[in-house]
Nanobody, 120 residues
């Protein structure tokens, strides 16, 4: 049974930093393509960043480029999202997601989310 558990969210001020973690269990982590998504109140869920199995293929959504860094530690079954220079518009519930499909953009497994709130 695959499980994804996010942690590291919290309430911070604009300009602060946070690091989110996603712990994966139940399936071989180093063959999973991973991603971070977020959903703000009243808005659609949006992609934040993705990372390939070896941590080389990385994509960032435009709003977070230059401020967020996605990474993974395959030895520890963990994925991270380092968030710097946080803005109030980054306030959202952040989810990690995983897929073991070789192709496609659909993620099959999701965590419960961790709340990030950025005050101005």
């Amino acid at each position: 049974q695959v499980q994804l558990v996010e942690s590291g969210g919290g309430l911070v001020q604009a300009g602060d930093s946070l690091r989110l973690s996603c712990a994966v269990s139940g399936r071989t982590f180093n063959t999973a393509r991973m991603g971070w998504f977020r959903q703000a109140p009243g808005k659609e869920r949006e992609l934040v960043a993705t990372i390939g199995v070896a941590g080389v293929r990385i994509y960032y959504a435009e709003p977070v480029k230059g401020r967020f860094t996605i990474s993974r530690d395959n030895a520890k079954n963990l994925m991270y999202l380092q968030m710097n220079s946080l803005k109030p518009e980054d306030t959202a519930l952040y989810y990690c997601a995983a897929t073991w499909s070789v192709y496609g953009a659909k993620y099959d497994y999701w965590g419960q989310g961790t709340q990030v709130t950025v005050s101005s």
